[in-house]
């Protein structure tokens, strides 16, 4: 069974501070890496993906790979209150089945 | 910005009652995707669909469940003969061809059956 792992939290961190999100997931063959958002009673939303080692940075957001030791982060700089969500971890390996985690719940206290 | 939209925003059906949820995938998109959310659990993938023909499917996508792209604009998902365990959010997402890891989710579908 191939899975994607992530402390559901909640994460808490004060505005202004760095987040950081973890997830490792347990298929070798994972070759697209996913960080999502989702408040509560919405849809996913897309903040970034990678696919190689390394880092990959979009605005206030850094995506960090490892594929050898299976591992995805997310760093949030800046946190503000707005970035109080849910944040998925998904992982696919070729072809289009997308595996979720259960996300883990992120608060920034204002 | 274009959207994905879907329709009913909330569906209530009898156990043993077929439904069909429908979604408007972006309007140059040609791969679209269905996924469901049991409450509080993760999302799951439910399906791939390209060039009229299913590209992928889960394990959960058994023969109760059908997809159609019925005209050129909607793209629907049949569930037959629904069961309580079917209750769920049901997202649609599409992607262009060129930027497939770019998925974008509608709003969903809450399915209650009862």
């Known amino acids: 069974q191939k899975e994607v792992e992530q402390n559901s939290g909640p994460l808490s961190v004060p505005e202004g501070a760095i987040a950081s999100l973890n997830c490792t997931y347990s298929?070798?063959?994972?070759?697209?890496f996913f960080w999502y958002r989702q408040y509560s009673g919405k849809s996913p939303e897309l903040i970034m993906f990678i696919y190689s080692n390394g880092d990959k940075e979009d605005g206030r957001f850094t995506a960090q790979l490892n594929k050898a030791s299976q591992y995805v982060s997310l760093l949030i700089r800046d946190s503000q209150p707005s970035d109080s969500a849910t944040y998925l971890c998904a992982v696919r390996a070729g072809g289009f089945k997308t595996i979720f985690g259960a996300g883990t719940r992120l608060f920034v206290k204002a | 910005e274009p959207e994905v939209t879907q329709t009913p925003s909330h569906q209530v059906t009898q156990m043993g009652q077929e439904v069909i949820l429908r979604c408007v995938p972006i309007?140059?998109?040609?791969?679209f995707y269905w996924y469901r959310q049991i409450l509080g659990q993760k999302v799951e993938f439910l399906v791939s669909f390209y060039n009229n023909e299913i590209s992928e499917k889960s394990e959960i996508f058994d023969d109760q469940f059908s997809v159609e792209r019925p005209d050129g604009s909607n793209f629907t998902l049949k569930i037959r003969s629904t069961k309580l365990e079917d209750s769920a959010m049901y997202f649609c997402?599409?992607?262009?061809?060129?930027?497939?890891?770019?998925?974008?989710f509608g709003p969903g579908t809450r399915l209650t059956v009862l």
């Open positions: 997402a599409s992607s262009d061809r060129t930027k497939l890891n770019e998925q974008f």
């Open positions: 309007s140059n998109h040609l791969y």
């Open positions: 298929d070798r063959g994972s070759q697209s």
